[in-house]
């Protein structure tokens, strides 16, 4: 046993501080991002903000609804190809710059993957998902997945610590998912003990998969506009959003009635919920780790999204960061023991 006595610290535990600047107006702040991936090469240009892979968040709905402002939704996984391309060959050409697909790392998931792949050639986005990317099999997929589409990019996790951040960039992965424990429905650090603080994990993945030209997306635990600042802030490429994104007309969730209020069925993926939904119950040697809430009902996501636009934007002219690109330069986090006035909740 050890203890590593460096705290480690999570949204809550800072706030950003402001710097003088010449930006006049939030308008002028860029929010693109441009990229050009390590292994497949290709270049990309879009709002680095993905919907989650959750069957109440990543929906073809949400998909053409976050493309109209740049952003991009990561697929749950249950869509067949038949739905896929079904839906793409209404679309722009544009949108393969939207999505992303996901596969877990069973064979018939593989099996799926490659269907989806020759149905969709023109398909940029792979997204490799477990609930722990730290075993053998996973890093083995990656590779297997990088030989099989030498050009497609791969984001690959979940994960929160440098050395396994290298293994996956040198084993094939593009960008790494990074989190583990602070998703919105998540129960893993009740149910197992294990976690990282997500902004502390966002630090140094970044700047381990930086060092190899890899990226990282950082996965759970945004619950404001703020927290998504702090996250560009500690230098991750893009965010991944599931509860902010969830109860909106895009969202797929099944809309109840709860005391006259409208509400919308939001689950954890691997939750009793969706495991009964999906793979007809819990099976014996696991656990659910993951939650079955509501969300109030917000109507459609582009009015959320654009908040969330706005929030950045104001973050960066507080920062004096012209770009989002330069808000990790100009952000230096203060630790704090209080967040914001609760007097009216
Ligand atoms: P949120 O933005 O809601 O805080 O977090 C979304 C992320 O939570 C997802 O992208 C995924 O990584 C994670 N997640 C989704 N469902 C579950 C679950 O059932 N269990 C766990 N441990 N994590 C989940």
Redesign the pocket.
């Known amino acids: 046993m050890r203890i590593d006595n460096e705290v480690k610290l999570g949204f809550k535990d800072v706030l950003i501080r402001p710097k003088r600047s010449t930006l006049k107006s939030r308008s002028q702040v860029e929010m693109n991002r441009t990229y050009v991936f390590r292994h497949s090469q290709t270049t990309w240009s879009g709002v680095p903000i993905i919907a989650?892979?959750?069957d109440t968040v990543g929906t073809l709905a949400m998909a053409e609804a976050l493309a109209r402002h740049g952003a991009v939704t990561a697929l749950h996984k249950y869509y067949s190809p038949e739905e896929l391309k079904r839906f793409l060959a209404r679309q722009d050409d544009s949108i393969y710059d939207h999505i992303m697909v996901s596969t877990g790392t069973m064979d018939a998931d593989l099996e799926r993957l490659k269907q989806i792949v020759h149905a969709l050639p023109l398909l940029k986005f792979i997204c490799i998902d477990v609930?722990n990317g730290y075993t053998e099999n996973f890093v083995a997929v990656v590779q297997r997945v990088r030989d099989l589409f030498p050009d497609k990019v791969i984001i690959a996790g979940?994960v929160v610590t440098g050395e396994m951040v290298e293994e996956l960039v040198l084993s094939g992965a593009d960008v790494v998912k990074v989190?583990i424990?602070?998703?919105?429905?998540?129960?893993?650090r009740v149910k197992t003990g294990v976690g990282y603080p997500q902004l502390s994990a966002i630090i140094e993945c970044a700047d381990a998969a930086h060092g190899l030209k890899g990226l990282i997306v950082a996965?759970?635990?945004?619950t404001c506009a703020g927290d998504i600042a702090k996250a560009f802030g500690a230098g991750t490429d893009f965010t991944?959003?599931?509860?902010?994104l969830a109860g909106h007309d895009e969202s797929g969730g099944e809309i109840l009635d709860e005391n006259g209020e409208k509400v919308v069925a939001f689950y954890?993926?691997?939750?009793r919920a969706?495991m009964e939904k999906h793979s007809g119950g819990v099976a014996d040697y696991r656990a659910s780790?993951?939650k079955a809430v509501t969300v109030p009902y917000r109507g459609p996501v582009e009015d959320t999204l654009l908040d969330i636009l706005g929030g950045l934007r104001s973050t960066c002219t507080y920062v004096g960061a012209a770009k989002l690109k330069e808000l990790s330069k100009r952000t230096t986090f203060i630790r704090v023991m209080e967040q914001h006035n609760r007097a009216f909740g």
């Open positions: 989650a892979n959750m609930a979940n989190g424990g602070p998703g919105s429905v998540c129960t893993t996965d759970g635990g945004c991944m959003l599931g509860g902010m954890g993926m691997s939750s969706a780790e993951g």
